[in-house]
């Protein structure tokens, strides 16, 4: 009952105005301000070809005329007037990651005839880059380096990243105040639906993946009449058990299953590669260069924590397998040019911890996670056993969701910021009343929110047949970062949903990539309407070519946060 009435209020607030006057149900969840294009700041580096503007949404939709944030958004137009059918909006997952680079997909021959028909669109969800930036810990102390990553950690070392997981979850909640818990998902579909509306489309076209796939079908559980298509690229599974500490076991596993199909290929390739010509001896090359950096890290910055984030990517796409093992075969004998450019560093680290913030705090307040660290020890303890190569680093990452504050806590750290703001203002004899005003409401209104609902659950993600139009599912089998159930999950959800699985294949992101077989029927979805039967097939694509380039692969649509 208690999960029903929490749906119900979702959508209530995602629809119904202040006031509870009747809505239009083709309306936003609050008024549009107008949206214009003009050049582009240098920040985001984009060409003269793309335009930019600035989205005004609500921080909170249940107070829509309240505090307002801006989301930065790209644009280049349809390259065919005569066949334009709108605006491609897309969104490439995270949390936390930005497509703002989107439009410049448009001049890939493998887009061409898609970018004739739509204006590609991209932008920076709330909290992302220059949309109301996130920030929970300096980033020169987020990207510090060299770390270690222990296959079975020490008592000692899961303590201190206990205290680390505290420290980070106090400081998002001490930088971000009041405004924390409104960096969600279910906001990140609303702000969706003011972007469509603030582009003039009647009706949204979306592409997302990864966790684009995830509130994205949150849009269409909220919108469904406000949907025209939607591509859902390598699907999260949206079952609410799974949202998102579930999910996360379940990488690890996945995860574990496409480091063995790496190392299974390298050992194929023992003739190239000399680290071994099983799946077994390949992963002791491996564990080698682990404990050879444990002892002396590469330039003081590579040791076991870099070399693991760097070797996670072959789990997400196999155009890295090539790069990888020549890099640990040169290393081993006495050449770490390659292993540097692949795992050293690089930059102030302002990007990847502000990703970073975002994906945990869209994560942590999406669901009630467990309170308990020794319900994660236990968890993952026994998960290790069997799938050790990403379980405990995944932990780690996700571990401030542990300590995450409550709502009220976060209001009320915002109410004594906004004291401060106002002593520090007063003194100069300026005026803060309106902040401070503003951060008790929050208060005041939450203390009543969490009596009446309790703490919020993640939406179930259903819609009734007919209310949405067809849209197009794509997975691949042995996805790690998003595994092949939950795309089955997500048809079940949406009835009239079409799947096209890539057997075989590993990649995370497959939309418009190497496969011909997957891009047909994305193309032919997207330019008539048209979708495949209710499940549809492809053969794998190539394995890579020892030696192959990174750049001679095709530019994956997914982008990764930390690692997801």
């Known amino acids: 009952m208690y999960g029903a009435l929490g749906s119900l209020v979702l959508s209530g607030l995602a629809s119904a105005p202040a006031g509870g006057a009747a809505r239009d149900p083709a309306a936003p969840p609050a008024p549009v301000h107008p949206l214009t294009f003009g050049r582009c700041a240098g920040v985001e580096h984009l060409p003269a070809s793309v335009e930019c503007g600035t989205l005004t949404v609500p921080l909170d939709y249940a107070r829509p005329h309240g505090k307002q944030i801006k989301l930065t958004v790209s644009r ?30 448009g001049a890939l021959p493998t887009w061409h005839r898609t970018a004739r028909a739509y204006d590609f669109v991209g932008y920076a969800p709330r909290g992302v880059g220059r949309s109301a930036p996130l920030s929970c810990q300096d980033p020169k102390d987020f990207t510090k380096a060299p770390t270690d990553s222990p296959r079975y950690p020490s008592e000692s070392f899961k303590q201190k990243k206990v205290a680390e997981a505290k420290a980070y979850a106090h400081g998002c909640a001490q930088r971000a105040g009041a405004d924390l818990p409104f ?33 994205g079908a949150v849009y269409a559980t909220l919108f469904p009449g406000h949907v025209r298509r939607m591509v859902f690229d390598s699907v999260v599974n949206p079952d609410p058990r799974q949202i998102w500490y579930q999910n996360n076991l379940d990488q690890s596993v996945a995860f574990e299953r496409r480091w063995g199909d790496w190392l299974r290929w390298v050992a194929k390739h023992d003739s190239t590669y000399h680290l071994g010509s099983d799946k077994q001896a390949v992963q002791h090359s491996y564990d080698t260069v682990i404990q050879r950096l444990r002892h002396a890290p590469v330039n003081g910055k590579i040791g076991p924590g870099q070399l693991q984030a760097a070797y996670l990517k072959t789990g997400y796409n196999d155009a890295f397998w090539p790069m990888r093992a020549e890099a640990l075969s040169k290393y081993l004998r006495g050449d770490a040019q390659l292993l540097i450019a692949q795992a050293l560093p690089s930059g102030d680290g302002q990007g990847e911890e502000n990703a970073n913030a975002v994906y945990t705090a869209v994560e942590c307040n999406d669901s009630a996670w467990p309170r308990n660290w020794h319900v994660w020890d236990r968890d993952n303890t026994a998960l290790a056993r069997t799938a050790p190569f990403e379980t405990w680093d995944n932990a780690w990452m996700n571990l401030p969701c542990a300590f995450w504050p409550e709502r009220r806590q976060s209001a009320a750290d915002g109410v004594e910021e906004a004291i401060r703001t106002t002593t520090q203002r007063a003194v100069k004899g300026a005026s803060a009343g309106d902040a401070l005003a503003h951060a008790s409401q929050q208060a005041a209104d939450t203390d009543l929110d969490d009596a009446l609902y309790g703490r919020g659950r993640p939406l179930d993600i259903r819609t009734e047949p007919g209310a949405l139009p067809p849209v197009l599912l794509l997975a691949a089998e042995r996805d790690a970062a998003t595994p092949y159930p939950g795309a089955l999950e997500l048809q079940r959800r949406l009835p009239g949903s079409s799947l096209v699985t890539e057997r075989d294949a590993g990649t995370h992101g497959i939309a418009y990539g190497d496969n011909l077989c997957v891009n047909g029927y994305v193309e032919t979805y997207l330019l008539r309407g048209k979708v495949p039967g209710h499940r549809s097939y492809c053969g794998p694509r190539a394995e890579p070519v020892p030696g192959q380039p990174l750049q001679r692969a095709r530019p994956t649509l997914v982008q990764q946060v930390k690692g997801r």
């Open 183 to 215: 960096y969600n998902s279910v906001n990140n579909a609303r702000d969706l639906d003011m972007l469509r509306a603030a582009l003039g489309e009647k009706k949204l076209t979306f592409m997302g993946a990864s966790y684009g796939t995830y509130f």
């Open 76 to 105: 280049t137009r349809a390259t065919s007037s005569a066949e334009r059918q709108g605006a491609l909006v897309f969104n490439p997952g995270g949390p936390g990651a930005s497509s703002m680079q989107f439009p410049l997909y």
